[in-house]
């Protein structure tokens, strides 16, 4: 599964997007397992309230099935002006 970070997400863990093989289920878990690695994951994970994701382009939330997602993107909310 292909993750991507945006923002000052890819900016606290140090890089835009990995490849990585997980059993989680939903972006939640998945978030869960990213926090578990420690440092600058737990780091840029510690408070989620302010954090968005999308599954294969879609915006979605945290509790959607991630079964048959190919990407996974984790970026905060946007504004327009």
């Known amino acids: 599964m292909r ?3 945006f923002a000052w997400v890819r900016e606290r863990i140090g890089t835009g997007q990995e ?4 059993e989680a289920d939903t972006p939640a878990a998945l978030l869960e397992e990213l926090r ?3 440092g600058a994951y ?11 994701v999308a599954l294969d382009q879609e915006l979605t939330g945290f509790d959607a099935p991630l079964a048959g997602v ?9 504004t327009g002006g």
């Open 3 to 5: 993750v991507l970070y």
């Open 19 to 22: 490849m990585l093989e997980t």
């Open 36 to 38: 578990a690695r420690g």
């Open 42 to 52: 737990a780091a840029a994970f510690e408070d989620v309230t302010a954090l968005r």
């Open 70 to 78: 190919s990407e996974v993107a984790f970026f905060p909310p946007m």
